[in-house]
């Protein structure tokens, strides 16, 4: 898991004091939510809670988060960090495109396997009452980022066969998304844009559905279903 940032060092090792006791205190209190997250869920979360837990007064812990929501935003983008950090980890420039989508993705998954009440949290059923702010968006695209770099790499070195073009559709999927799933090439229209956000999204679901115990009775070997599934995504987006 991402160490998790404090106000007033962001991006930065707190030098002072008080800085390394709030950045120590801020830890505490995530990692006690973490907690909470595997006994009640994300929407029995309670700050008293985390402040009895670890030693607080519930009072002193909304210096540290100013209510339920702050704190599960922190633990949202926490999650997003975690996970997108470990499919940068798993991609390796050097190996041919497909091989580094199935090595990405099988990243996910061992996080997940890993991190099952955080992965809920990221990509289970809504926190009834709480609203993701757009402060997660950056750390939620990160796995995207990393499989659209691969999209473009394949593009730029001509693994990715010509695509058929045609009028960009802004609507269809949007610019922000088109620049994550790998920018603008000739080989990359929106016929690609379309198979490679469905593989994105299916990598997901397909994680969700072994995580969440749908594919009990139906899959047997899940290691071998799931890069053999992989691998048909890859296939999907040209790889």
């Not at 809670?49 to 922190?74: H, I, K, N, P, W």
């Not at 396997?113 to 009452?129: D, I, M, R, T």
């Not at 980022?145 to 949007?174: H, K, N, Q, T, Y």
């Not at 090439?185 to 072994?210: I, M, T």
């Amino acid at each position: 898991m991402c160490a998790p940032l404090t106000s007033g060092t962001i991006g930065q090792v707190p030098t002072t004091v008080r800085d390394r006791v709030r950045a120590e205190l801020t830890a505490e209190i995530t990692a006690a939510a973490r907690r909470q997250l595997a006994e009640v869920g994300a929407a029995g979360l309670s700050l008293r809670a985390v402040a009895r837990e670890v030693g607080l007064a519930s009072s002193a812990v909304y210096r540290y988060f100013a209510s339920r929501d702050e704190l599960l935003t922190r633990l949202i983008i926490d999650g997003y960090d975690a996970v997108g950090a470990a499919a940068e980890d798993a991609d390796d420039p050097a190996a041919p495109p497909r091989e580094r989508w199935v090595a990405v993705c099988r990243a996910v998954r061992a996080w997940a396997l890993a991190h099952p009440h955080e992965y809920a949290l990221l990509y289970g059923s809504p926190v009834p009452g709480y609203a993701a702010p757009r402060d997660t968006v950056p750390a939620a695209a990160r796995v995207g980022v990393v499989l659209g770099r691969i999209l473009g790499d394949a593009a730029r070195s001509g693994v990715l066969p010509a695509a058929a073009g045609g009028r960009r559709d802004p609507e269809l999927v949007s610019d922000a998304t088109a620049e994550v799933l790998g920018g603008e090439h000739p080989a990359l229209d929106d016929a690609v844009r379309v198979r490679a956000l469905l593989a994105w999204s299916s990598v997901f679901g397909a994680v969700s559905f072994e995580l969440f115990g749908q594919f009990v009775g139906s899959v047997q070997a899940t290691d071998r279903w799931f890069d053999r599934a992989m691998g048909e995504l890859a296939t999907l987006v040209g790889l």
